[in-house]
Structure formats: C-alpha cells, structure tokens
C-alpha cells in the first residue's frame, strides 16, 4: 500500500540526500530529533494513512456530505480517521513539546502530511485548515482569543476554517460586502454571506472557528479596508464552556467534481442579527493577517496536488507493469505471448513524464518546507531573511505549477489505463478529479502569475530573485564538474540566461508604466518561470544522482532519477523558449481581443 501512496525511497533520498533533513538536528530547536525519531514519525504516518484515510477516499468520494436539517453529515469513517490523526500528534507536529507538539522540522512534518494527501485529499483537508487557522490566531490573536480560540484549537477540539469568497466577488477581495458593526462591548456583529468555505459544518469537533473577512463601518475602499474576525460556530464562554449556537447558518452545500469528502459550504453571518466575532489584529489590516494563512494554504495545496500526481503515477506504473497487451514493434509473431505495456515505447514516456512531474515537484514542495525551517532556526539573522524572501518569492511557484502538471501527470495515468483509466472501478479517474480543482485553490494561475510579475520578482530591490540566480547558477557550477551532466546543465543555463533578459525587460515596462502589456501573457511567464525552477531542481537530483552512482549502490533508482532529469531537462526546459519568443515580443494577441469578437 505504501508504495501506492508516495515511494519510501524516493522520500529517504529528498530528506537525507537531497535536503540534508539531519542537519537540521544541529539546531537547539530539533536536537533532541535524529534520523531515527524523523523515520519513526514517517513511518507513524504512513501506517495512519494506510489504515484510516486510504480505505474510505473512495466511499467518501461516492458518498458527499449530504445537507440535512440545517447541518452537513459526513460518512461515518471520516471521524476515526481524523481522531487518529490528532491522536498520534500530527496536527501539532511543530508545536513545541511544552504544548503537546511533536516539534518537528517543517520538512519532516510535510513529509508526513504528503502521505495523507496522498491518501484521501478529502478526509485530509479538515486538519489541514485546522492548522492554518490555529497558527494565524496564534500569530495575530490575543492573549484571550488565544485561550478561548487557539488552545482548544490545538487539543483537536475545535476545528477551522477560512472564510474569505463572497458571491458576487469571487477571488477579489476588495469587493467583499461583509459588515462588521462595533457592538459596544469589545465584540462586532458581521451580516454577509459566503461561499465555498471548505470545512464549513461538520460534526468532527466540538466547534468550529470561522477566520473571516469583513469590512468595518469607517472601512477605506479596497483592500485597504478589510478586516479578519474570529466568528466561532458556538459562542465560547469566558470559562472556555461552550455558549449557545452563534448566528452562523449553513444556507447549503456545493457539490464539486472533486474533494467530494470536503464539506464546501455556503454560509450566511447574522441573518439575525446577532452573529458575534472577535476583531484579529488591527483594524483594516486583515488581509495582511489572512496573508499568513493564504500562504500556507497555497504551498499546502501545492503539495497535495503533488500527492494526488503521484499516487497517480504509482498506480499506473504498477499497472504497466503487469497488464500484458500488443507485442513490440520488430516482432512480428503472432504466436509470441503478449508483453506488459512498460515495454512499449509510449508507455516509457508517459510514465517518464509522470515521474518527472510529479517528482520534481515533490522536491519544489519540500525545499519550500526546508526554506521554512531556515526563516525560524537558522542561526544567523541574514540566513533567515534570505530563506524569507526566497520562500516569498517561490510560493507562487510552489502552488500553481504542481496543480498545472501534476494534474498532467493524472491525465497521463488515466491514458496509460486505457478504457479503464477513466472508469470508476479504477482510482485514477478520482485522482484526477480531486486534483482538477488545485489550479482553482487558492487562486488561480492567472492571480499567482500577477503575484509572480507584478509584486514579487521586485520586491525588496529583487532580493529573491537574485538570491534564486545565484542559487541556480552555483548547482549548473557543482554539475559542471560532472561530465555526464552537460547534456542536462546546458539547457537549463540557456533558459536561465534567456528568462533573465525577458524578465528585465517586463519589469522595466512595468516601471515604465506600461503595465497592461507588461502583464498581458503573465500566465506564460509563470509556467517559464516554474519550468526553470523545476529544471534548477532536477539537475540538483541529478547531481545528488550521480554521487549516488559512484558509491555503487542502488543503481536502478539514481539511473532512474538520472533518466527523469534527463527528460524534463532536454524534452520539457527547451520547449519554453517559444513561450519567451512570445513575451519578448510583448505579444498582444490576447490582449486585443474584443468581447464581440468572439
């Protein structure tokens, strides 16, 4: 099973070869871990996910959460598997061992989350967001909020949420209509409505706490005017007892293609009047606040939608391996036994892009992870604003290019399948489902890519983006020292010099004023972009690869990781360069499309 879930060798090599996870037990946050208490809180996962959440992904996908009197019921397997889930510590897997945690690195603990997002991305969303919810309020809440709210958030007693989308405004936040009206006591009262909150009812916990978006009545226009309250499902009393029920309905449930486990909800604040919430922070700066939590959700939704590629491409390779059809081409009798389809030449390619896909985002993901680490326990101040702004500047890269291919990958994995790739009496035709909405999550490529070329590769004078040129030009230096790398290392140079000069070139239209044109092909940079991140990535494997060749040891998975890099780095990296034509020749053709054109 666990092979279905991600590879253990695959993981070993990114954590202990790639990453250098045990280096990280030299830091006086982790040194009471070793690669032994790294090791036992995978394989605890693992075995967690194998038994509890992998077993129902399936009924949960064909069994929604149904709405009934008022409250969203959920199958009955989703409670034990979460409850498991808090038992063994992961929802708390980098607290601090005085609160309960497990204080693990954040590229250990995302290791051990990959395998629940592996086996059910529907079951594992409600501690996901849990998590989010419990750090924003410990970031940003007060002493008070933090023991009625956050505590009790992490005992696994209260889950939560983010309620940010509103009917009419979709992904713009400026435009958000929810009220908060001072109530003269310290607290508001919020009148609005939204929708698509994942995790919005259940009966998982004993409450549920809303991070809400809102606007006060004194509000700037903008997003300079929104706000961020704490509006519980039940009203907490000052003792921590639960109060009655707040004025929060569930007006109905959403039923999408995927994560069908997840409840996704709409819901109505104060059709009485009498929604109570709790001011977070500052007023009108409660985007900046939710920010924090955005950013963890879109690297989250990122790596599931890794997961949900790679569980994919386990599956199909599998199945290639043992499903005997056709014979190779230069055999030409009839009365010769039929091969498994890995043989032919198409397959290879298929399951080569697969494992390029999803292998190198999974590397993306957890060096992120790593970066994370570095802006809370590296030792020296500058590391650690380096490891920020370098993160910062990822993070859009983290999250949109993962849901772009490795929702490829599924689609390769339904092809490999054949007519029983998009059956449901096979897992890849869910897989590809649940993953279809990971472009959407948390913001659209078209809004990652504004992110990407309109704030970040500027921000701080460009400091991440230099830092991410140096970063990239010393791994093509360390691989220059390896001759059988060049065919790999001198693709991804071209591309990086050739991105340096487009990206110059945008941004200076940008400081010119020009911004229309500047960010009209914004979504084509972004996929430019993340291709030569993927591919600073996969030479970075191939480095490490061919190390592990020298020792001799376990030469069928370097070969294959050499054979990976190889694809992506002379099949996938050159193909950008008709993308870069477009933008270096500011190509307008969609921008001047009319509406009565069409």
Known sequence: MSEQLLSPRNLAFELYEVLDAEALTQRPRFAEHSRETFDAALTTARTIAEKYFAPHNRKGDENEPRYVNGRAELIPEVKPAVDAFLEAGFLNANRDFEVGGMQLPSLVSQACFAHFQAANAGTTAYPFLTMGAANLIESFGSDEQQRLFLQPMIEGRYFGTMALTEPHAGSSL????????????????????????????????????????????????GVKGISLFIVPKYLVNADGSLGPRNDV?????????????????????????????????????????????????????????????????????????????????????????????????????MLLAQKAYVEGAFDLGLYAARLFDDTHTAADADVRRQALELLDLLTPIVKSWPSAFCLKANELAIQILGGHGYTREYPVEQYYRDNRLNPIHEGTEGIQSLDLLGRKLAQNNGAGLKQLIRLMAGTC??????????????????????????????????????????????????????????????????????????????????????????????????????DLALLEARDDTCLAMQDGWF
């Open 174 to 221: 400026a435009d958000i209509r929810t009220r908060a009206e001072p109530a003269g006591d310290g607290t508001y009262r919020l009148k609005g409505n939204k929708i698509f909150i994942s995790g919005g009812d259940h009966e998982l916990s004993e409450n549920i706490v809303h991070m809400v978006l809102a606007k006060l009545p004194d509000a700037p226009p």
């Open 249 to 349: 309905l569930l007006a109905g449930l959403f039923h999408k293609m995927g994560w069908r486990g997840t409840t996704s909800t709409a819901l109505n604040f104060g059709d009485n009047g009498q929604c109570v919430g709790y001011l977070v922070g500052q007023p009108h700066q409660g985007l900046a606040c939710m920010f924090q939590m955005m950013n963890e959700a879109r690297i989250g939704v990122g790596m599931g939608a890794v997961m949900l590629g790679y569980a994919g491409y386990l599956y199909s390779l599998e199945y290639a391996r043992q499903r005997p059809q056709g014979r190779l081409p230069d055999n030409k009798d009839p009365h010769s036994p039929a091969v498994p389809i890995i043989e032919h030449s198409d397959v290879k390619r």
């Open 477 to 578: 230096e360390r691989a220059s020292h390896h001759p059988n790398l060049d065919p790999l290392r001198q693709p991804l140079e071209h591309l990086i010099n050739r991105l340096q000069s487009v990206t110059l070139a945008l941004l200076g239209d940008l400081t010119a004023g020009k911004v229309a044109g500047a960010l009209a092909n914004s979504a084509l940079y972004l996929k430019v972009f993340g291709h030569c991140v993927i591919g600073w990535r996969w030479l970075e494997q191939a480095i490490h690869a061919e190390v592990g060749l020298l020792k001799g040891s376990d030469r069928d998975f370097y070969l294959g990781k050499f054979q990976a890099a190889r694809y992506f780095l002379t099949w996938e990296v050159p193909g950008c360069h008709n």
